[in-house]
Structure formats: C-alpha cells, structure tokens
T-cell receptor, first 116, second 112 residues
Framework: SAVISQKPSRDICQRGTSLTIQCQVD?????MFWYRQQPGQSLTLIAT?????????ESGFVIDKFPISRPNLTFSTLTVSNMSPEDSSIYLC?????????????FGPGTRLTVL | DQQVKQNSPSLSVQEGRISILNCDYT??????FLWYKKYPAEGPTFLIS?????DKNEDGRFTVFLNKSAKHLSLHIVPSQPGDSAVYFC???????????FGTGTRLKVLA
C-alpha cells in the first residue's frame, strides 16, 4: 500500500483563523479524499479531491469553508477556513488507486485540530 | 440517519480468546464492506473486506462474516492478542463508489 503523510500532525488555532493541511502520497494515486472525525463520532467524508478540477463536496460541506486543492497525483491540501470550536476534529486524507494495491482506501495518520 | 451502526462502543477480551465485533447496516444497496483498525494518533489501517456475493472472508486471524438478510456483519479475531487493542471501524459502500460510510467504532481491549 502507498505511504501517506500529513502535515501538521496537530495544531491549536484561534477562532476565526484558517489552517491548511497537507497530504502527500508516495506514489501516484487515482483518487484522494478528505474525511473528518469529530470527537466520539465516525469518519465522515468531506470531499473527493479531483486532480486539475474542483473538488466534489458531500452534503453539508462547502468549498468556501473547506477549499481543497490537488495540483498533481500525489499531493492535496485541505483548508479549514474561518474556524470555530465546532471545527475541532481529526482531519484525515485517504487515497485509492494503482499505488495503493487496488480499490481499498488507505489513510494518512490524521491532523488533530483544536480550535479555541 | 446512521446507516452503519456499531452498537458496542467497547469490548474487553482475554488474550487467546475470540473477539467478535459486530456491525449492522440499514441500506440494502451496500455491496462492499470493510473493517479498519485505528491506534491512537494514527490513521485507520485496512484489515479485511468482503463483497456482498460472499458470506465469509478469512485472512489469518481475522474473519469477516456477512449476513445479508439480517444486514449484519461481524469481525472475528482468533486468537486475540494484546496488540489487537485498538478501535475497530466497519465501513460500507455501494455500487463501486468510494464513498465509504463508517460506523462509530468499537474499542477493543485485549487483556494479557
């Protein structure tokens, strides 16, 4: 499976600021995704990061709040904009494709965000 | 509406015994199911999956059983080891999409 890294691993941010999370895969992958895991909750898909085009957002998530970039087949960023304490979560990226050995999604280690 | 449910938030098992983690789903369109294991401060790690055309899939100490009529799947770990202590998530998807619906997880503790 591909090795997926995320930066930062954790951060504490002030209300109203923005944070950009980076996701790097060590091989080219077909698809990349961003998930959120709120405290005590399951993982929820935020969006599919599309290479060279706008991300596809799930119901309840919008581009203004969670802008996503994917400039190539190995890298993506997620920005959490105008943060509030309700945005405190673990944010995870995942990927699927030839570099990951099939159709299964593999996950990065996550970014633990705390908003004060 | 929680389409994938793991009703047991936690489970404790003695080392060497069987661990059985359960998962129920409501959407009959789901046709592919997965189990992930998550250690603290790490991302979920893929364990095992099963297609709806099967009722059992085995990989070493891990076996997943699928009961489509009951909309229920379970993960059996035999024998359980202390290193298996983690949070286990089941996930489901439909129609070859990559939109995974996750359960809320079950924390397994294997006691030495």
């Amino acid at each position: 499976s591909a090795v997926i890294s995320q930066k930062p691993s954790r951060d504490i941010c002030q209300r109203g600021t923005s944070l950009t999370i980076q996701c790097q895969v060590d091989s080219q992958v077909t698809m990349m995704f961003w998930y959120r895991q709120q405290p005590g909750q399951s993982l929820t898909l935020i969006a599919t990061a599309n290479q060279g085009s706008e991300a596809t957002y799930e119901s309840g998530f919008v581009i203004d709040k969670f802008p996503i970039s994917r400039p190539n087949l190995t890298f993506s960023t997620l920005t959490v904009s105008n943060m509030s304490p309700e945005d405190s979560s673990i944010y995870l990226c995942s990927s699927v494709g030839t570099g990951t050995g099939g159709d299964t999604q593999y996950f990065g280690p996550g970014t633990r965000l705390t908003v004060l | 509406d929680q389409q994938v449910k793991q009703n047991s938030p936690s489970l404790s098992v003695q080392e060497g015994r069987i661990s059985i983690l359960n998962c129920d789903y409501t959407n009959s369109m789901f046709d592919y199911f997965l189990w992930y294991k998550k250690y603290p401060a790490e991302g979920p790690t893929f364990l095992i999956s099963i297609s709806s055309i099967k009722d059992k899939n085995e990989d070493g100490r891990f076996t997943v059983f699928l009961n489509k009529s009951a909309k229920h799947l379970s993960l059996h770990i035999v024998p359980s080891q202390p290193g298996d202590s983690a949070v286990y998530f089941c996930a489901a998807t439909a129609g070859g999409t990559y939109k995974y619906i996750f359960g809320t997880g079950t924390r397994l503790k294997v006691l030495a």
